[in-house]
C-alpha cells in the first residue's frame, strides 16, 4: 500500500490543502516549528487514529476551529484502492472514522489499514522511559498484528478498573471476585501474545541493533510480572494468572488495588557487552539508546511487513538529527536494502535528507503551507 493523495482540513496548523503524494514518497524540508511534525502526526493518525506524539485529539484541532477531517487515499501495487478518513470535532468530543465511506463496528477494526511506522527522535523514551512506554509500543504493535489483542487489552483495562475501584470501594470478597474470570481470560490473553512475539522478534531486534553498531550486542527479553515461561500455553497462563491472584488476594484488600497482572509487565532491553547484561536504560549511551529505539521500530516494520505481505509506509521525522555518521549511515543502509515501499521524511536542512536522495522529490512547507 502507498499513499495516492492526502487532504488535510484544519489539522493543527495545516489549514486546507489536497495533495497529491509520489508513490516513492516525498523529502518535507523546511525550518523548525513550520508543520514537518504535523504532516506526519496527520498521515499516522489514519493508522491508529490517535497522535503518535501522545497528544490529546483536541489539541490537534487548529487553534480557530472547531474540526479536523483528514482523508488519505491508498494504493496497492495491485491496483487496489481504498480510502481511509477521520474526523474530530471538539464541540463533543466526537471522533468519525471510515473506511471506503463506511464506519466500521469498533474503531480497532479500523485500525492499521494505512499499514505505516514513525520513526521519530522521541523514541529514545522507549528505550530511557519507565516500562509503560514500552508496554504501549508493544500493545501498538501487537493491536496493529495480532487479531484479537486490541479486544483483549480493552477488555483487560475495562475490567481490570472495575476490580480496582471495588477493591477501593471496600466491597465483599464476592463483588470483586466477580472480576476475576474476565481478568485471568484476558489477562492471558495479553501475556500470551507478548510473549510470542517478543520470543519470534528478539533475534531481529539483536540483529538491526548489531547491524547499526557494527557488531555490538543487545537483547529484548519479556519480564512478566507474573512468572509464566514464554512457551507456555494460554490456559497454563490463564492457571498462573489465578494462582498469582490468590496469592495477593490479601495484600490487595490491604492495598486496595490489584497488585499482580500484565498492566505491570516490563521489557527488558539490555546491552550484552563481553558477556554482561546491562540495562541500556541506565547504563547507554545516547546514542546507543538511540539504536535500540531504531531497532525496535525496525522489528516493528519487519512485523507489519509479514504480517501485512506488504511493505509498510515509513514516515521518519528528523530522525538522523542525532546519530554520529556511521550509524546514520549503517541505518540508510538497512532501510534502502529493506524498506522498498514509500518513504516520506521530514527534515530541517537538505543536507538531512540522505535516504534516497536522487529519487524522493523535494517539498517545502512554511508556516504549515506545503509546496511540492
Ligand atoms: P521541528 O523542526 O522543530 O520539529 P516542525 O516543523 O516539526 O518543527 P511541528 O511540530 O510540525 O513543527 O509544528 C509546530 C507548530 O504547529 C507550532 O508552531 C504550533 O504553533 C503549531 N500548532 C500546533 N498545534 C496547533 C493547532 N492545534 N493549531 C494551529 N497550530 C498548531
Ligand atoms: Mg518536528
Known sequence: MHLTRLSLRHFRNLGTQDLEIPPDGVALVGDNAQGKSNFLEAIYYLETFRSFRGAHDPQLVAFDRDVFRIVGALASIEGETREVA??????????????DGREPDRLGDAVGRLAAVVFSPADVELVSGGPSERRRYLDIVL???????LEALQDFNRILARRNASLKDRQPDAVIGAWDDGLVRTAATVMKAR??????????????????????GATMTYRPDIDVDADESEEEMRDA???ALDRTYERERRQGTT?????RDE?????????????LRDYGSGGQRRTAALALRLVEAATVRDVRGQEPIILLDDVFAELDPGRSERILALMEAEETGQVLLTAPKDSDVRIRRDRLPRWRIRDGVIEA
Do not use: C, M, N
Open 267 to 279: 521489557v527488558h532491553l539490555r546491552l550484552d557487552e563481553k558477556g554482561d547484561e546491562l540495562d
Open 86 to 99: 477521520a474526523a474530530f470535532q471538539k464541540q463533543g468530543r466526537r471522533k468519525k472514522v471510515t473506511v
Open 241 to 243: 494468572v489465578r494462582d
Open 143 to 149: 493491536s496493529l498484528s495480532v487479531r484479537g489483542y
Open 195 to 216: 510473549a510470542d512475539w517478543i520470543r519470534e522478534r528478539s533475534p531481529s531486534f539483536r540483529e538491526y541493533y548489531a547491524a547499526v553498531s557494527e557488531g555490538a
Open 259 to 263: 497488585a499482580v497482572g500484565p498492566q
